[in-house]
């Protein structure tokens, strides 16, 4: 017979006790800021001293914060809805929280990928904006960053919240490939896929390893910035309820 008494627990039954990831999380955090700021610093000093581009000059340097702002903005939908499932699935008691707390960080990503996007366009192609499918499939992916806030906060009972916000982030998860192979499938005044290809990267290693490093930066940041708001919200929920405890307290 298994005693089940001796078993250990799984990393993943590990992380759904809130304290033990308010404890594994803290020391993390700083490493995660070190990476981050090492890699930002390495990548971003590599690519805005790199030669400028033979067709786009100097312009192209925008790049290496542009490209890195896009590919999070759905990388971080992307983990959204993963956590999602966990809502669902397997009602993991942080899942919602890691959804709440990534939303906001996506929308900044989204809004600072737009607005590079633009300034790189205006010198480009003449204008700052056209409804064309990559610019208007992002600017959705605005809009859903937008309203899945605004959703976790209007709805005060925690468990349909959850709910919701996990049932549109499935359903949003749909616009990430239509974002990703937009500039196969239409016409559009975006250049196509330069990196992910399945001939490989068709970019000089002088602009493609800033670029990845820089990408590689961001998504580090990311994910240091998703925990520390993660340990906000873990507490801010136990500060709710030891108050509504002693709401109750004082009532009876």
Same mark, same amino acid.
């Given at each position: 017979?298994?005693?089940? $008494?001796?078993?250990?627990?799984?990393?993943?039954? @590990?992380?759904? =006790?809130?304290?033990?990831?308010?404890?594994?999380?803290?020391?993390?955090?700083?490493?995660?800021?070190?990476?981050a700021?090492?890699?930002?610093v !390495?990548?971003?000093?590599?690519?805005?001293?790199?030669?400028?581009?033979?067709?786009?000059?100097?312009?192209?340097?925008?790049?290496? @914060?542009? !490209?890195?702002?896009?590919?999070?903005?759905?990388?971080?939908?992307?983990?959204?809805?993963? $956590?999602?499932?966990?809502?669902?699935?397997?009602?993991?008691?942080?899942?919602?929280?890691?959804?709440?707390?990534?939303?906001?960080?996506?929308?900044?990503?989204?809004?600072?990928?737009? @607005?590079?996007?633009?300034?790189?366009?205006?010198?480009?192609?003449?204008?700052?904006?056209?409804?064309?499918?990559?610019?208007? $499939?992002?600017f !959705?992916?605005?809009?859903?960053?937008?309203?899945?806030?605004?959703?976790?906060?209007?709805?005060?009972?925690?468990?349909?919240?959850?709910?919701?916000?996990?049932?549109l982030?499935?359903?949003?998860? !749909? =616009?990430?490939? @239509?974002?990703?192979?937009?500039?196969?499938?239409? =016409?559009?005044?975006?250049?196509?896929?330069?990196?992910?290809?399945?001939?490989?990267?068709?970019?000089?290693?002088?602009?493609?390893?800033?670029?990845?490093? $820089?990408?590689?930066?961001?998504?580090?940041?990311?994910?240091?910035?998703?925990?520390t708001?993660?340990?906000?919200?873990?507490?801010?929920?136990?500060?709710?309820?030891?108050?509504?405890?002693?709401?109750?307290?004082?009532?009876?």
């Open positions: 017979m298994t005693d089940l $008494s001796a078993a250990k627990p799984s990393r993943f039954a @590990i992380l759904a =006790n809130p304290t033990r990831f308010l404890d594994l999380s803290g020391r993390l955090q700083p490493w995660l800021y070190a990476a700021l090492s890699a930002l !390495v990548g971003l000093t590599l690519g805005f001293t790199a030669p400028p581009d033979y067709q786009q000059g100097a312009t192209v340097q925008i790049m290496f @914060i542009h !490209v890195p702002f896009a590919w999070l903005s759905m990388m971080v939908w992307t983990v959204m809805s993963l $956590s999602a499932l966990g809502t669902l699935v397997w009602r993991h008691p942080l899942a919602d929280v890691a959804v709440k707390a990534a939303a906001p960080i996506g929308a900044v990503f989204t809004a600072l990928a737009l @607005i590079t996007g633009s300034i790189w366009g205006r010198p480009m192609w003449g204008t700052w904006w056209v409804w064309d499918a990559r610019l208007t $499939s992002v !959705v992916l605005f809009l859903m960053y937008l309203g899945l806030i605004a959703l976790t906060r209007a709805l005060d009972d925690p468990g349909k919240s959850a709910r919701a916000a996990a049932i982030v499935l359903v949003g998860f !749909v =616009n990430i490939p @239509i974002i990703k192979f937009s500039v196969d499938w239409w =016409n559009t005044l975006h250049q196509s896929a330069s990196v992910i290809r399945a001939d490989g990267p068709a970019m000089p290693a002088v602009f493609l390893t800033p670029l990845l490093v $820089s990408a590689l930066g961001f998504t580090l940041l990311f994910f240091a910035l998703h925990l708001a993660m340990r906000s919200e873990v507490l801010r929920r136990r500060v709710a309820a030891l108050s509504r405890l002693a709401a109750r307290r004082a009532d009876g």
